[in-house]
C-alpha cells in the first residue's frame, strides 16, 4: 500500500519560515512527479508547487514565486517545499501529492493517484 507522509507543519509568526517533508513508500519514486496543494479554511484546494521527477522541472503558484522552493531527494524517496517570508495567507493544511503524469498532477487534481494526510501549516501576526 503506498504511503505519502507529511510533516514539519506548525505554527510559525510571519515572516518565518517553515520546511515540509514528505516521504512516499513508491517503488519507483523517481518516476513520479510530486506536488503540493494546499487548503485554507472554508476555501478551495489549490496548486502550490510542482516538481518533475528528475528535480530538474518545477511549477510555483504566483503567490507563492521567490518564497516557497520545492526540491526533491530521489534516493530518500522524499519531497520537501521550503516557506521563506511566510504570511498569514499561507495558513493551511498542506498535502502531498505524487501521479505519474505531469498535466493530471496540476490540471486534474480530483484524478491524483496517491494524496499525503496533510499538515497544518497556520502563520500568526
Known amino acids: 500500500q503506498v504511503q505519502l507522509v507529511e510533516s514539519g507543519g506548525g505554527l510559525v509568526q510571519a515572516g518565518g519560515s517553515l520546511r515540509l517533508s514528505c516521504r512516499a513508500s513508491l517503488r519507483t519514486f523517481s518516476s513520479y512527479v510530486m506536488g503540493w496543494f494546499r487548503q485554507a479554511p472554508g476555501k478551495e484546494r489549490e496548486i502550490v508547487a510542482v516538481?518533475?521527477?528528475?528535480?530538474?522541472?518545477?511549477y510555483y503558484v504566483d503567490s507563492v514565486k521567490g518564497r516557497f522552493t520545492i526540491s526533491r531527494d530521489n534516493a530518500k524517496n522524499s519531497v520537501y517545499l521550503q516557506m521563506n517570508s511566510l504570511k498569514l495567507g499561507d495558513t493551511a493544511v498542506y498535502y502531498c501529492?505524487?501521479?505519474?503524469?505531469?498535466?493530471?498532477?496540476?490540471?486534474?487534481?480530483?484524478?491524483?493517484?496517491?494524496w499525503g494526510q496533510g499538515t497544518q501549516v497556520t502563520v500568526s501576526s
Open positions: 501529492a505524487a501521479d505519474p503524469s505531469w498535466s493530471r498532477l496540476q490540471y486534474r487534481p480530483d484524478e491524483i493517484s496517491y
Open positions: 516538481i518533475s521527477g528528475s528535480g530538474a522541472g518545477t
